[in-house]
């Protein structure tokens, strides 16, 4: 089974990789002055480029499942505690 995290930084490089391709798909659409494959299909493109943005805005609000540490400043106090404790690992 792949771990989570893997298969989240996966994901986001599969759906980076298609919104590239869509984009540049939109882009063609855009700049193409014939009436080839590229301006039949530019409905299906544009459909294409709109789903692959959703995946990708997903993929990046998708937690890897690591944890999160939040900094913060400590005190005087809490410092020389950390400094005074006994290490009891064994």
């Given amino acids: 089974m792949i771990k989570r995290k893997v298969f989240v930084y996966i ?7 298609f919104l590239l391709v869509a984009m540049l798909l939109c882009l063609a659409v855009r ?17 294409l480029f709109f789903i692959t ?4 805005i997903y993929s ?6 690591s944890p999160k540490h939040i900094h913060r400043k400590k005190a005087a106090d809490e410092l020389l505690k950390e400094i005074r404790r ?5």
Avoid: E, H, T
Avoid at 11 to 17: D, G, K
Avoid at 60 to 65: E, F
Avoid at 86 to 90: F, G, S
């Fill in 11 to 17: 994901l986001r490089i599969i759906a980076s990789l």
């Fill in 60 to 65: 990046l609000l998708m937690s890897d499942g």
């Fill in 53 to 56: 943005s959703g995946l990708f």
């Fill in 31 to 47: 700049l193409s002055d014939k009436g080839d494959v590229v301006d039949r299909n530019s409905g299906w493109i544009v459909l």
């Fill in 86 to 90: 006994p290490d009891r690992k064994n």
